[in-house]
């Protein structure tokens, strides 16, 4: 069956520390994987996504990307992280009929 | 321009009643979506029209679940005799459509409560 999975449930960070939230995928085929960001109070939004070519994905907000086929992995980063980017964040992928299908998301904040 | 809006943004109903919510998509978009996000959980995926038909309706849990979308732009889901696991915040998006994938652009959900 196509799912993601998101291991990291809550992270903390303090400001300017490095983030890395983990995600992993399990599926054939053609592989489209997104990361999501929902702020409080706000819509869910798209930050990134692969599609393929370049497995760096450079998306809005300094995020990135790396899709690592042998690894089943796109773990979404940042160098240094602000307080505003306090959010839930989620992996997704597409399947055959265009339908996003969604980890259960990671938690982070960030503490000024 | 507008995004996509959800009617009501809150919606608390007894358990067996019938409830019905609301999805206007962007003006031009041809693709819509309905998704379920219980508490912890990621966004599931109910239903995917495109234009008045339902391309995809595999998402839905049960026959209790029914969407319509009659002249390709608001779209309304019903939920016939609510449980109190049918609680949970119901998405709605859009996107331009077409075979290809194009970016689905979500609105704010409604949150459905049954007690």
């Known amino acids: 069956a196509q799912s993601v999975s998101q291991h990291n449930h809550h992270v903390i960070l303090s400001e300017a520390a490095s983030l890395e939230l983990g995600c992993n995928y399990s599926y054939g085929g053609t592989v489209n994987l997104f990361w999501y960001v929902q702020y409080p109070g706000q819509h869910l939004q798209l930050l990134l996504k692969y599609f393929s070519g370049d497995p760096l994905v450079k998306g809005i907000k300094g995020f990135e990307a790396e899709f690592i086929k042998s690894k089943f992995s796109f773990n979404l980063r940042k160098p240094s992280v602000q307080w505003s980017d306090t959010a839930e964040y989620f992996c997704?992928?597409?399947?055959?009929?265009?339908?996003?299908?969604f980890g259960t998301g990671t938690r982070l904040t960030v503490i000024p | 321009g507008a995004g996509v809006s959800q009617t009501p943004s809150n919606k608390v109903t007894e358990k067996g009643k019938y409830v019905e919510l609301r999805c206007d998509p962007i003006s031009g978009h041809t693709a819509l979506y309905w998704y379920r996000q219980s508490l912890g959980q990621g966004p599931e995926f109910l239903i995917y029209?495109?234009?008045?038909?339902?391309?995809?309706d595999s998402g839905l849990p049960n026959d209790r679940f029914f969407a319509v979308r009659p002249e390709g732009s608001v779209s309304t889901l019903k939920i016939q005799r609510t449980e109190r696991g049918d609680s949970a915040v119901y998405l709605c998006?859009?996107?331009?459509?077409?075979?290809?994938?194009?970016?689905?652009?979500f609105g704010p959900g409604t949150r459905l409560t049954v007690l």
């Open positions: 998006a859009s996107s331009p459509g077409g075979r290809s994938y194009n970016e689905q652009f």
């Open positions: 997704a992928g597409l399947t055959g009929a265009n339908n996003l299908f």
């Open positions: 029209f495109q234009g008045t038909g339902a391309a995809d």
